[in-house]
């Protein structure tokens, strides 16, 4: 974070000094901006003289000392209250009066570490994002005895930086890193407790919510025994469960395992410090042999007529397969039909799809009403209404119409699998295919096995993953899978933020966009998803696991009262204009 954030300074054209009282890592920063201003030299970005100009304004020593002249200086030692404390405490008797000093902490109290030192008027918070360079927000934490021209000074120097200032309370986690670090964290406890294995986990985060990288190797590049630290000083401060370290956090970096800078962490690297990953003993195999034969699939049936329906059904005719489309009458069977035919224009507009393609996929499309249809398929796709009753009626009906050995599979998103193999007398070919949506974009699959599943059922559906395009990824049967057991009680921490006014609905999706890299800020896709849906979701979430953090915000259960549930009413968490109103 130190080097990041000095190269920032650097480009801007500031002089600045990183002190360091290790020689191998000064070294290291040193070598770092030698090496990222000479691949901006190979881009042509700046010129060989000015990277000359730049090095020259950029030098590092082993004692404070050296930050005597410094108008501003940034400390970011390691998660320590007695390390900061003591680092500020020394710079209070090295630099100029007028200095500020900021700290980068984002887990310890800034106003008790400014009253550490003689001048807590010009101390504040400067929370930088990993990487410095390519992460837009700053966190701006300003205790009240911090004086306002010293915060209107660093907030000036991070719009000249090209930053994006957030204000921020002096509180656990500030805006941005509360919430993902108890992310981080229950993806880590999620691996401990073999749930899925590390790649899908973190496969099934980037590809199901579009995050840059999955929770796993993001901790590998902060560092595991950082994050530990960060996770121990939130814990200690807010006594959330979602920030008590996972214990495999601990094992990791007493083991030396501490990501990137070590070469082994989550996943192996080539060398320490490298980004490429190497194969170890948990890099699962390119195929996975169960010992078991996939069943052939020719014709595929889909129960419903909702927009996953029918995503689905579009998914699958265009990747060759016959299709069966059933729905609660003629009419709505065919206007689901004209819902694909409209979709499959669209994918040969954008050039993603020729118009002989389209048509055979449209001749491989039939609409039917009764469920007695789906008879000679060999793997039928339940994506009927989120309610369990009405699953199971579905299943009951399928058990007694398709064949033996079909694959039975529903799309349920929070509901137990189980509860619907249940309903058959063939629990061993019902199996949980967690499509995302929308179904013709999205490329991940929550495969989602039960006690009873099959390994004949689990490698058919694995197969046609792969025949459709898709990404499946393994889980067990439990509340939320793998996406939703991580991304909603980081949402329902969001809407406690704001239910606490600590910050508003914009400020927080600002915040997770710019400095956790989201494709959208957690209102903005609680608005998306619905937050009738989001609701039910969380009340599943708290029911499996208990956890009183788990439980719902209030906030959250009042809106969805009120008939403001996002986008689909015109007002949520945020507005939409040309949208009805509840």
Known sequence: MGTGIAEVLVRSGREVV??????????????????????????????????????????????????????LVIEVVPEDYALKAAVLGALDDVVGPEAILATGTNALPVTRLATETARPGRVLGLHFFHPAPAMRLVEVVAPALTSPGAVAAVTALARELGKEPLPAGDRPGLLADGLLFGYLNQAAAMFESRYASREDIDDAMRLGCGLPMGPLALLDLIGVDVARTVLAALHQRSGDRLHAPAPMLGQLAEAGMTGRKAGRGFYTYERPYAARVVPDRLTPARERPTGV????????????????????????????????????????????????????????????LTGPEREAALARLAPAASLDELAPAELVIEAVAEELPVKRGVFATLDAVCAPGAVLATTTSSLPVIACARATERP??????????????????????????????????????????????????????????????CLNSAVRLVEEHYASPEAVDTAMRLGGGYPMGPFELLDVVGLDVSLAIEEALHREFGEPSLAPAPLLRQLVRAGCLGRKTGQGFHAYAGAPTP
């Open 18 to 71: 990183g002190v360091e009282t290790s020689g191998p890592a000064a070294r290291r920063a040193v070598a770092a901006l030698e090496a990222t201003t000479q691949r901006s030299v190979d881009r042509r970005l700046i010129t060989s003289h000015q990277r000359r100009d730049l090095l020259a304004r950029f030098r590092v020593s082993d004692s404070l000392k050296a930050a005597a002249p410094a108008d």
């Open 293 to 352: 034969s996939p069943r052939p699939v020719a014709m595929v049936g889909v129960a419903g007529s909702g927009t996953m329906a029918t995503g689905i059904a579009q998914v699958m005719a265009t990747a060759g397969y016959r299709v069966v489309l059933v729905a609660r009458g003629a009419a709505k069977a065919n206007a689901a039909l004209d819902w694909i035919a409209a979709s499959l224009s669209r994918a040969v507009a954008k050039g993603r």
């Open 428 to 489: 061993q070919d019902v199996i949980g295919m967690h499509f995302f949506n929308p179904a013709p974009a999205m490329r991940l699959v929550e495969v989602v096995r039960t006690v009873l599943t099959g390994d004949a059922a689990h490698a058919t559906v694995r197969t046609v993953c792969a025949a459709i395009g898709k990404h499946p990824v393994d889980c067990r049967d439990r509340a939320g899978f793998i996406v939703n057991a991580l991304l909603f009680p």
